[in-house]
């Protein structure tokens, strides 16, 4: 489907110059002369590269439709992960690195959507929360505010995120996966 260049939104997946695009930001820009155009920032989904073109109104670009489809986390295999398609039972091995900063949330028999572009996986997308547990918090510094004080936290996949005050080691809590933030006690 062909859209505008102005019509760009992020997280589009566009065609350029023969590679697959993920869009990240985007700033619509009016000069005081000559035409509008959309400042885009996007990540190729093949190799990571990123880049910032200009898209003015006149330039079209293909939009993209990944097909998407549930697989489960098996385990890990060097630095391969193995994901099991959840009707055929098939695996397949993809890099961790394919998963970025959400990586350390990838739990074994996670369900997970793989994003396919011509049954070729480009993506790996995590439920947006997941329950962990804190394994080390820092002390409560007497004569802080309760309403808006936060202190570091380690989760027991190692990451590092934000707490309230009133959350100790051993307490299950849920994280937003992608924000990597504090959402609320696991009940």
């Known amino acids: 489907m062909k859209i505008s260049g102005v019509d760009i939104r992020p997280g589009n997946i566009i065609e350029y ?38 898209f003015r109104s006149a330039d079209t670009v293909e939009k993209v ?39 350390p949330f990838l739990q074994d028999g996670m369900q997970v959507s793989l994003e396919l572009w011509e049954e070729r996986p480009i993506s790996v997308q995590l439920p947006s929360q997941i329950e962990a547990e ?7 510094v007497k004569g802080q505010t309760a309403s808006s004080s936060y202190k570091p936290a380690i989760l027991d996949n190692g990451v590092r995120i934000m707490v309230p005050p009133h959350i100790g080691s ?9 924000e990597q933030a504090y959402v609320g006690k696991a009940g």
């Open 170 to 178: 051993g307490t299950r809590i849920i994280v937003d996966v992608y």
């Open 17 to 54: 110059e023969g590679g697959i695009w993920k869009v990240a930001k985007i700033q619509h820009t009016q000069p005081g002369k000559g035409g509008a155009y959309m400042q885009v920032e996007m990540k190729n989904l093949i190799d990571g590269r990123k880049t910032n073109v200009r």
């Open 65 to 103: 439709r990944l097909d998407t489809k549930d697989y489960q986390f098996l385990y890990e295999d060097g630095d391969m992960l193995v994901f099991m398609d959840t009707d055929t039972y098939e695996q397949i091995n993809l890099p961790s690195d394919l998963l970025g900063d959400a990586r």
């Open 134 to 140: 804190i394994v080390e918090a820092d002390a409560v």
